[in-house]
């Protein structure tokens, strides 16, 4: 099983960006995005669950979570970026679906992508 992490990059404040996690190996049912800024915790972004995503309160209204089944691919849409959302972003998924109480935690996932940058100028 593999998870490939690509799209990040170098944008100016209000941006876009979208990320792509493409799996390979196996299907997942639940996946989600973290980002960790440098000196700072592994943070929860967003999670698709079955047709059902879900997104940290300080994303809401910005970003937005999709998946291609065909590609077995997760998508993370990133609008009106701010230089805080600066961070290395993973991809992350699981095989179960992992209850709504639990989506942040890190320990719920099964596999982890190799991170991919994005970098916010003000």
């Known amino acids: 099983v593999q998870l490939q992490a690509s799209g990040g990059g170098l944008v100016q404040a209000g941006g876009s960006l979208r990320l792509s996690c493409a799996a390979s190996?196996?299907?997942?049912?639940?996946s989600a995005w973290f980002r960790q800024a440098p000196g700072k915790e592994r943070e929860f972004v967003a999670t698709?669950?079955?047709?059902?995503?879900n997104y940290a309160d300080s994303v809401k209204g910005r970003f937005t979570v999709s998946r291609d089944n065909a590609k077995n691919t997760v998508y993370l849409h990133m609008n009106s970026l701010k230089p805080e959302d600066t961070a290395v972003y993973y991809c992350?998924?699981?095989?179960?679906?992992?209850?709504?109480?639990?989506?942040?935690?890190?320990?719920?996932?099964?596999?982890w992508g190799q991170g991919t940058q994005v970098t916010v100028s003000s």
């Open positions: 992350a998924c699981a095989a179960s679906r992992v209850i709504l109480s639990a989506v942040s935690r890190p320990d719920m996932y099964d596999y």
């Open positions: 190996g196996r299907t997942f049912r639940t």
């Open positions: 698709w669950r079955t047709g059902e995503a």
